[in-house]
C-alpha cells in the first residue's frame, strides 16, 4: 500500500465522530465501512480504523499491539510529541493504572486487583446490589418518574464500587464529576479546555484518594482501599500512585460504562416494542437481553491500540508506531458473527459481542456489571411494568463513551 491511498479514499467524509447525527446513528456507516473499506486510514486522527468483528477480536488478543507503548518506546522514537507538561498530573494518574500498562507491570496489578473480582466473590455481592437497586427503583417508582439516568443509572453502580472501595457515603457525590471530567480526556482530540478540566479533575481526585489510603493504612476497614493499602511499597507490590491509579481506574471504569448501557439500553427496548413486550412477559430472557442491549447499542464505541511491531491487517500493511482505532460498535453487528445482526433479539444465545473487550485487558468488572444490570433491568421491569417515555432522548457529544444525556419516563 502506497502513500497514495491515503489521498484517494475519503473514509471521513462518512465516518465522522464529531457530527451528533453520526453519533446518534453510526451503523449504516459502519455497514459500509465493513463492506468495502474493512480497515481505512482516518485522516482528522491519523488512526486506521478496523471495522470487522474477526479483526477487532484478533487484533485485541495480539501482542504486537499494546494500550500504551511506553514500555518499549519513547514518544519520540514513535514520531510522536511529548505530552504538555500541564497534563503530567493526568498522566501520571492514568499511566499508573492497569489499564494503560502492559506486562509485566499490568500482569502484577491485575493479579493484586483481581481477587476482589472473581465471579465468586462478586456473586456474593449480588443481594447487595439487589436491594440498592429496589431503594433506588421504589424511589423513583414513588416519585411516578423521571430521569431514569440520573435517578437509577448512575447512582446504582457508583454506590456499588464506591461500597467496594470504601468511599465514605458524604464523599461520593464528587465521584461521578470527576469521573465525568477525566473521561473528557478519553474522547477523540478534546478541546483544550477538556484537557484542562480533565487535568484538575484528575489532580483533585489523586490528592483525596491518597488521604483516603493513608487514614486506611493506619485504620484498616473491610473494604478494597484499605486492602490495596496494606500492601502499598511492600517490596514491588503496589506504590501509592499505583494504589491511586488503580482506585481511580476502578472507580471510572465500574460506572461510566454501566450508566450507558442502562440508559442506551432501555432507549433500545422502547425502540423496539415488541422486544420489550417479550422481555416483560418473560423476566427469564433478562440475562440474554442484557448481553444483547450491550451489543445492539455499544456503550463504548472504540478503543485504541498502538502498534508495537509491523503488522497486516485486512491485507494492510501497518507500520510500527501507527494507531489502530478498533471500532466496537461496528464488529458488534458484524453479519459474518451475528445472525440479522440489525435487529434487536432480547433472546439471542449465541453472541459473543465485544463490548467488553478481549484479552489480556479484557473487563476485569464483567462480572460485576452484569449483575448490576441485571439487578436494575429486572427491579424497573417488575416495579414498573408499563414504564413509558415521555420525551425523546438526546446523545450527549461523546462518541467514544457514548450515552444519552438524560431518559425521562413516566411509570
Ligand atoms: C457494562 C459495563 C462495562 C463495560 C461495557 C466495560 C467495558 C470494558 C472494556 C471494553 C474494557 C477493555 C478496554 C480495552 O481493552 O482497551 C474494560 C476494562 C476494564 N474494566 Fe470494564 N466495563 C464495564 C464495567 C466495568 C465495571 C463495573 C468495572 C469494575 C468494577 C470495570 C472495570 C474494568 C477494569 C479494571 C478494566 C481494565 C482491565 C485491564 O486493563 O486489565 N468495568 N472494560
Avoid at 497534563?87 to 492497569?98: S, Y
Avoid at 478494597?224 to 494504589?243: F, K, M, P
Avoid at 465485544?354 to 439487578?375: D, N, T, W
Amino acid at each position: 500500500m502506497g502513500p497514495g491511498y491515503l489521498g484517494h479514499y475519503d473514509a471521513y467524509v462518512h465516518f465522522d465522530p464529531w457530527n451528533p447525527e453520526f453519533v446518534a446513528h453510526p451503523y449504516d456507516v459502519y455497514d459500509e465501512l465493513r463492506r468495502e473499506r474493512p480497515v481505512s486510514f482516518f485522516e482528522p486522527t491519523g488512526q486506521w480504523l478496523v471495522a470487522r468483528h474477526a479483526d477487532v477480536n484478533a487484533l485485541l488478543r495480539d501482542r504486537r499491539l499494546g494500550r500504551s507503548y511506553l514500555h518499549v518506546a519513547t514518544h519520540a522514537e514513535f514520531g510522536r510529541p511529548d505530552d504538555p507538561e500541564f497534563q503530567d498530573p493526568f498522566w501520571r494518574v492514568i499511566r499508573a493504572g492497569m489499564l494503560d500498562v502492559e506486562p509485566p507491570v499490568h500482569t502484577r496489578l491485575r493479579r493484586l486487583v483481581s481477587k476482589a473480582f472473581t465471579p465468586r466473590m462478586v456473586e456474593a455481592l449480588r443481594p447487595k446490589v439487589a436491594r440498592i437497586a429496589g431503594e433506588l427503583v421504589e424511589a423513583f417508582a414513588e416519585r411516578g418518574g423521571g430521569d431514569l439516568i440520573s435517578e437509577v443509572a448512575e447512582p446504582l453502580p457508583v454506590t456499588v464500587i464506591a461500597e467496594m472501595l470504601g468511599v465514605p457515603e458524604a464523599d461520593r457525590h464528587l465521584l461521578r464529576p470527576w469521573s465525568a471530567d477525566i473521561c473528557g480526556m478519553y474522547e477523540l482530540n478534546p478541546s483544550i479546555e477538556a484537557q484542562h478540566t480533565a487535568v484538575r479533575a484528575a489532580e483533585e481526585f489523586s490528592a483525596y484518594l491518597v488521604e483516603l489510603a493513608r487514614a486506611r493504612r493506619t485504620d484498616p476497614g473491610d473494604d478494597l482501599i484499605s486492602a490495596l493499602a496494606q500492601v502499598v511499597d511492600e517490596g514491588d507490590r503496589l506504590t501509592e500512585e499505583e494504589l491511586v491509579g488503580t482506585c481511580v481506574l476502578l472507580l471510572n471504569a465500574g460506572h461510566e460504562a454501566t450508566v450507558n448501557v442502562t440508559g442506551n439500553g432501555w432507549w433500545s427496548l422502547f425502540r423496539n416494542p415488541a422486544e420489550l413486550e417479550r422481555l416483560r412477559a418473560d423476566h427469564g430472557l433478562l440475562p440474554t437481553a442484557i448481553e444483547e442491549l450491550m451489543r445492539w447499542d455499544t456503550p463504548l464505541q472504540m478503543f485504541e491500540r498502538w502498534v508495537l511491531e509491523d503488522i497486516t491487517v485486512g491485507g494492510m500493511d501497518i507500520p510500527r508506531g501507527s494507531e489502530v482505532a478498533l471500532l466496537f460498535g461496528s464488529a458488534n453487528r458484524d453479519p459474518e458473527v451475528f445472525a440479522d445482526p440489525a435487529r434487536l433479539d432480547v433472546g439471542r444465545v449465541d453472541n459473543p459481542h465485544i463490548s467488553f473487550g478481549a484479552g489480556i485487558h479484557f473487563c476485569l468488572g464483567a462480572p460485576l456489571a452484569r449483575i448490576e444490570l441485571i439487578e436494575s433491568f429486572g427491579a424497573l421491569l417488575r416495579r414498573a411494568p408499563k414504564m413509558e417515555l415521555t420525551a425523546e432522548p438526546s446523545w450527549g457529544p461523546g462518541y467514544i463513551i457514548r450515552g444519552l444525556t438524560a431518559l425521562n419516563v413516566t411509570i
